[in-house]
């Protein structure tokens, strides 16, 4: 297929496992990052220690901190930038002449905390008509760039752009569906984020397997309650990036939202977590921003909204969980 050239924005672990799993098909990848003197050491070392270690970037891929050289002439934009600074970027990218069909693919996970808008809402915002994808779905970067078998969703409301997004990222070890419900994939890959959260906590309080279990059955539940009401199609949560992501985030090593709530439940404060880690964990400003929709939504999360009182009100952990037992007994 032709050979376009493309930009991935945030040089994190995401952003730099695209632009490899990219460069591998033999397309010309630029990778942006925002710190000149990181970018400088990515050039030198051609390893990203912060973000992938262990993992090489090929030569081939240029690594730039100029943002407005990083966008101009590109045919794909790739945004992997997070979902609290994504706006801030989206606002200098609009004053750059960037091709009128350019592509914008999205795959950040998370819910602006002030708008509680979803990324390709933010990005409309800024940037107006642009030709727009998200990409989602249980995709750990290690694994990815390992070429470990993956799946992903590419969702667009355009039929011709989800297809070409599908030709372009496919290949034997990472496989790619699309669909038409942006709003289901990228609620399930960010809301997932505060079940993980919930799962981290289960497991520094030493809980096993069934409370686990509850905790992903019913953080499906919610999740795809919210999607509804938002207009989301249900059954995009039982999918690859529903209860897919949820199951990984949940789970592997790897999530840092996971570890996140696993400090947490052994007894840290979330300050104390937060300034021991590189990188983000896009689930706690999800779980400010989701907690909010719910009630502006007037839908039932309880399990949401334990997670952002310990979160964000200093709520025992072991409290929270014994209030989440002790909910009046209802149907499944």
Partial sequence: MEKINIAILGDGGWGTTLAILLQRKGFSATLWGVFADYVAYLNKKRINTK????????????????????????????????SQYLRSVLKKIKQFNYSSDAIFLSVTKGIEM?????????????LGSVRLAVLSGSTIAQEVVREIPTTAVIASHDEQIRKYLQNIFMTERFRIYTNDDV???????????????????????????????????????????????????????????????????????????????????????????????????????TTKSTYALSLKYKVDMPITKEVY?????????LKAVQDLMRRKGREE
């Avoid at 002030?114 to 800024?126: A, P, T, W």
């Fill in 51 to 82: 973000f992938l270690p262990g993992v090489k970037i090929p030569k081939e891929i240029e690594i730039i901190p100029d943002l407005r050289r990083a966008v101009c002439n590109k045919q794909l934009l790739i945004l992997a930038i997070p």
């Fill in 114 to 126: 002030d708008s509680l808008k979803r990324m390709s809402e933010v990005i409309h915002d800024e």
């Fill in 183 to 285: 709003i289901g994939v990228e609620l399930g890959g960010s809301l997932k984020n505060i079940i993980a959260i919930a799962c981290g906590i289960s497991d520094g309080l030493g809980f096993g397997t069934n409370t686990k279990a509850a905790l992903l059955s019913r953080g499906l539940a919610e999740i795809s309650r919210l999607g509804h009401a938002i207009g989301a199609k249900v059954h995009t949560f039982s999918g690859i990036s529903g209860l897919g992501d949820l199951v990984t985030t949940c789970i592997s090593p790897y999530s840092r939202n996971r570890f996140v709530g696993e400090q947490i439940g052994k007894g840290k404060t979330l300050k104390q977590i937060k300034s021991h880690m590189q990188m983000v964990a896009e689930g706690v400003p």
């Fill in 309 to 317: 009182f310990v979160l964000y009100k200093n709520k025992s952990p």
